[in-house]
Structures are given as structure tokens and as C-alpha cells.
């Protein structure tokens, strides 16, 4: 142990053991599977990142090892450590430059984002030294303020190489395209169950794969149109679930998203109609039911529908609001208060 603290002291990294861990060290081949949960902070204590309660849930950061982490040290800190061990690195800048994209990506999915979402298209040092907003005031001071930075680890589990199954981002580009078939069929099989919070992790998943593949290309390429065409039923299906779960607001942004770039998608206008009538946007939910039967006449009972369910909504709700302001005027006896009087 006291080799390996020197190793790591010679390239700038201090260990402190907080906790030993059991059994022996693993040999942490490529393609092995770390589970770990982590603590980043600044050295005066501030704290950036916390695994336990990133995005209002406790969820351990997972690494696959030899997959060119944008974040190395990481990799080479864990392989220090054995299973249940709970140390601190003080990492040098030259090992943290890269940390405010690492945490703008990890944040993002914490909260069901896009893990890309906000990066340009370039590479991370470009973004590094580029004044782009992460869109996190703290990570916009760390990435203008390059330091030295506290990552508290809990090593929680060691995979061998082929003892699970890849997840897709540890995937090549050319495993991702394999896999987004099977993902979205596995997306569809859940929904068909009624399990559609899962079902709508399939289909991000999938999503992911593809956004990720598609910011390798040049937007509008033809690579980049055909990615764009399998994004889009996946973001419908993925729509349709949110519109399933409540999160309208979601579901606003995404079609929209889509109907900017494609002016005739019926089903973008359709699920946006609902959104917009479910947060009571009456003239929005109306303008985007008449597009869909500009688009396809053949939805019109389906349209009808929506727009009785909307009206009846909107009516239930005017009444509850007269009774309410009926009671502000009534004194508890029953009989009317006069003016002036309270």
C-alpha cells in the first residue's frame, strides 16, 4: 500500500484512507466493472457533487475500465482501493481540468436529461477553454477557475470483463447501433405491460445512443439525418410516456423540438395538443388539434375526443372556481357580508 500511495504522490494525487476494505486488492483488467459512490469537492470543503443525493436519489457512479473515461483519474484512483474501502484523493489540476464537463454530463442525468445536453460540438479541452456556459454557476467558476479537487470514494463492487451485460454507454459506436433495435422493442414490451416509467428509461436510453453517435457528424450531413430519423419515433415514444406519467412540460419541449424540424409530424402535434390542454393552454391545444386534421382528416374522432375531454375539464374547473368565490363573500352563517364590513 505505502508503493502504491507513493506512485500516486508522484503523479500528484494524495490518498487518505478513511475506511479499509476487505479481501485483496483485484487486478482491474480492461473491461472490468466498478461501482463506486463519490464525494467531489473543492479543498476549502465546498461541495460540488455528492452520488447520494445527485438528482434527489442515491445512484452509484459506474465505470468500465479502459473505456477512455473523460475523467482518468478516476480510473486510476479506484484501482488503488479495495471492495468496501471509503478513501480521499486530492487530485492536482492537471487530473481535474476536464471534472465540469464530467459533472455538467452526470448532473444532466441525475435528472433524465440528455448527458450531452449544453456541450458543443467539439472536444472537451476546446470546451474547456471556451467561455460556453455549463449552464451550473459552480461549474462555470471551476471551469474559468481551474483547482485542485477532493473526490471521496466508497468502492462498492468489482465486475470481471464478461460477467455483465454493457450498458450502452460503454458501448462502441458500432454496438450502440446494434443495440437501439433491441433497446426500443425492450421500450415497447414494457409499455404494452403498463410499466411506463421503465419503458421511458428505454426509450432515453436509446435516445442517448443515438445523440451521441449523431454529435459525431455534421448537422444536416446526411449521416446526421438519417441518425435524426431513428431519433424521432423514440422521442414520441418516449413523449407518450411522459404524457402517461404527468410531466407535460417535458412533453412541450420535445415535440416542439421535433415539429421545428419537421413541419408535418401529425403525432408530434397530436401529443403536444394534449400537453397544451392538460396545463390548460385552450387556444395552443386547439391551434394543434387543427394541424393534426390538416395533416390526417382520418384522426378526427380521435381529435373530437380531446377536445370533449378538454372542454368538460375546463368547465369542471370554472365551476370550482365559482364556488370558491362565491365562499369569499358569504359569511360563515350563510347570509351575504356588506360591503365594508369583514
Known sequence: MEEIALKLS????????????????????????????????????????????????????????????KLPVWERVVTTMRVGEMAEFTCDVKHTALYPLVSQSLRNISVGKDPLEGQRHCCGIAQVHSHHSLGHADLDHLQANPQPLVFTIELLEVLPPGSFALETWAMTDEEKLEAVPHIHEEGNTLFKKGEIQAASEKYYNAIACLKNLQMKEQPGDVAWIKLDQMITPLLLNFCQCKLMLGQYYEVLEHCSSLINKYEDNVKAYFKRGKAHAAVWNEKEARTDFTKVLQLDPSLGPAVAKEIRAMEERIRMKEKEEKGRYRNLFTHPSGTATPAGMS
Open 10 to 69: 508522484a503523479d500528484g494525487v494524495q490518498k487518505r484512507v478513511i475506511s479499509a476494505g476487505k479481501g485483496e486488492l483485484s487486478s482491474f483488467l480492461d473491461g472490468t466493472k466498478v461501482r463506486f459512490h463519490y464525494r467531489t469537492s473543492l479543498c476549502d470543503g465546498t461541495l460540488l457533487d455528492d452520488s447520494r443525493t445527485m438528482g434527489e436519489r442515491s445512484k452509484p457512479m459506474e465505470l468500465i475500465l479502459g473505456k477512455k473515461f
